[in-house]
């Protein structure tokens, strides 16, 4: 599956995914009422390395982002973010997005990457443990998600 750095043309390809998705409001601790313009900005800050997976066609299927998670001396652990396109889960996309993220935190140098707020109920709990993620902690109780009611949020590590 080709991954390659995103451009600013890409956004319109992104979008309507990464709406779908935050508006779902089952995944992201982003607003489900994010306007494009916000969501952009979000997604797409020059602060961010932003990637996207396409298929044989060459339609955009996904996207991952990569950037410092803190600043200053521990700079050197890194955030991601990643949204498949939900018409095209379940066929490898989250995985090849969180490989090649890695690998790129890796030669960067990066020392570990850590997740902030990882819904419990999340499916992609399962891609990041078998990734090497664990759990560090869990604040309970602290989403409202719209089918399970309140659940927690995981912090998640890896060492890189």
């Not at 956004?11 to 313009?37: G, K, L, M, Q």
């Not at 990457?113 to 499916?123: G, I, S």
Request: glycine letters at 8%; proline letters at 7%; aromatic letters at 10%.
């Amino acid at each position: 599956m080709p991954i390659r750095e995103a451009t600013a043309d890409d956004w319109p390809r992104i979008w309507p995914f990464w709406h779908r998705i935050v508006a779902a409001a089952e995944t992201y601790t982003w607003d489900p009422d994010t306007s494009e313009r916000a969501a952009r900005a979000l997604w797409m800050s020059p602060a961010k390395r932003v990637y996207v997976a396409e298929d044989e066609a060459g339609s955009v299927v996904g996207s991952a982002f990569l950037t410092p998670n803190y600043a200053g001396p521990a700079a050197r652990v890194a955030n991601a973010g990643f949204m498949v396109d939900p018409e095209r889960a379940g066929r490898g996309t989250g995985r090849a997005l969180a490989e090649h993220v890695l690998a790129e935190a890796t030669a960067a140098g990066y020392r570990a990457m850590v997740f902030n707020a990882v819904v419990e109920t999340n499916p992609a709990v399962r891609l990041w443990t078998s990734l090497g993620f664990t759990v560090l902690g869990t604040v309970p109780e602290a989403y409202e998600h719209p089918r399970h009611g309140l659940v927690g949020l995981h912090v998640m590590h890896r060492a890189l």
